[in-house]
């Protein structure tokens, strides 16, 4: 084609419209609408935006329904625990009942240790194998039996006791250091027991000491009342009828007796001398 040619097709064509940089950026001619945006562009706003909100009213039903959970939960976690607390107190409760009996059926009873003695059993055998078919003829001292010998020593020291006193003597295997056999005695009468209590003192130099049978709680409670003394916070400490006694520092208007009937009595009590 001739230069001519193209000439007269551009002059039927007319002039091209310039677009200046401010109608492109209005979205003028072609390009777009008023606003810039193709005419798709609010609708993919507007399902962007409904994804969103549907999103999170999910997130804050699942919160809600945590938050919930936890809240059942707390109150079940707090219902056991009341229920924890209530059984413990019964416990408690039944523990020293049990520990209450147990002491009543020792009330009669008094504890001798120290005393080293041959059992009747062994000093019957030793007389079977020394005279199998005239074990009668072998010595008194042999043929005497665990109450007779306690009593022995005891009238020996001073205290006057009778075996018609003793309803039962038995020995238990020791639990100090050096193992020897603890002796009980279970006397017929308070009074007897009593009577051999207050004479006890004049064992004082013999090594044997005569106590009353405490359960392993009191036992326990009367150790930590001697530790207190030893450790000058308390004046005295002793038992009486099964139950532990100390004596306040206080001058001797102001000191004050308290039965400890539980070890912690004696720690709050230790604590605030």
Same mark, same amino acid.
């Given at each position: 084609?001739? $230069?001519?040619?193209?000439?007269?097709?551009?002059?039927? *064509?007319?002039?091209?419209?310039?677009?200046?940089?401010?109608?492109?950026?209005?979205?003028?001619?072609?390009?777009?609408? =008023?606003?810039?945006?193709?005419?798709?562009?609010?609708?993919?706003?507007?399902?962007?935006?409904?994804?969103?909100?549907?999103?999170?009213?999910?997130?804050?039903?699942?919160?809600?329904?945590?938050?919930?959970?936890?809240?059942?939960?707390?109150?079940?976690?707090?219902?056991? @625990?009341?229920? +924890?607390?209530? /059984?413990?107190?019964?416990?408690?409760?039944?523990?020293?009942?049990?520990?209450?009996?147990?002491?009543?059926?020792?009330?009669?009873?008094?504890?001798?240790?120290?005393?080293? %003695?041959?059992?009747?059993?062994?000093?019957? *055998?030793?007389?079977?194998?020394?005279?199998?078919?005239? /074990?009668? =003829?072998?010595?008194?001292?042999?043929?005497?039996?665990?109450?007779?010998?306690?009593? @022995?020593?005891?009238?020996? /020291?001073? %205290?006057?006791?009778?075996?018609?006193?003793?309803?039962?003597?038995?020995?238990?295997?020791?639990?100090?250091?050096?193992?020897?056999?603890?002796?009980?005695?279970?006397?017929?009468?308070?009074? $007897?027991?009593?009577?051999?209590?207050?004479?006890?003192?004049?064992?004082?130099? +013999? #090594? &044997?000491?005569? =106590?009353? /049978?405490?359960?392993?709680?009191?036992?326990?409670?009367?150790?930590?009342?001697?530790?207190?003394?030893?450790?000058?916070?308390?004046?005295? +400490?002793?038992?009486?009828?099964?139950? &532990?006694? &100390?004596? +306040?520092? $206080?001058?001797?208007?102001?000191?004050?007796?308290?039965?400890?009937?539980?070890?912690?009595?004696?720690?709050?009590?230790?604590? #605030?001398?």
């Amino acid at each position: 084609m001739s $230069a001519k040619s193209k000439k007269k097709k551009a002059s039927k *064509a007319g002039p091209e419209s310039p677009v200046s940089e401010k109608d492109f950026q209005n979205g003028g001619g072609e390009l777009g609408d =008023n606003n810039g945006r193709s005419p798709e562009t609010p609708l993919v706003n507007d399902r962007v935006m409904e994804a969103m909100n549907k999103g999170f009213a999910e997130i804050n039903l699942k919160l809600e329904q945590i938050i919930g959970g936890q809240s059942d939960l707390a109150e079940r976690v707090s219902s056991q @625990e009341r229920q +924890t607390t209530e /059984h413990s107190e019964v416990i408690k409760t039944l523990v020293n009942r049990i520990d209450e009996l147990e002491q009543y059926s020792r009330k009669d009873d008094l504890i001798v240790s120290g005393l080293e %003695i041959m059992h009747v059993s062994f000093s019957r *055998a030793v007389t079977m194998d020394r005279a199998p078919d005239h /074990h009668d =003829n072998a010595p008194t001292h042999e043929l005497e039996t665990l109450e007779d010998k306690v009593v @022995e020593f005891l009238n020996s /020291h001073g %205290i006057t006791v009778h075996t018609d006193q003793i309803s039962v003597c038995h020995t238990l295997r020791g639990r100090g250091k050096d193992k020897k056999s603890l002796i009980i005695m279970r006397l017929v009468s308070r009074k $007897a027991k009593l009577f051999i209590l207050r004479n006890s003192s004049k064992l004082k130099g +013999t #090594n &044997v000491y005569i =106590n009353e /049978h405490l359960t392993k709680k009191n036992s326990d409670i009367a150790r930590a009342a001697r530790v207190l003394r030893k450790q000058g916070k308390v004046q005295s +400490t002793w038992v009486r009828n099964c139950t &532990v006694f &100390v004596k +306040t520092l $206080a001058g001797s208007e102001d000191a004050r007796i308290l039965a400890i009937r539980q070890l912690t009595d004696l720690d709050e009590f230790s604590k #605030n001398i």
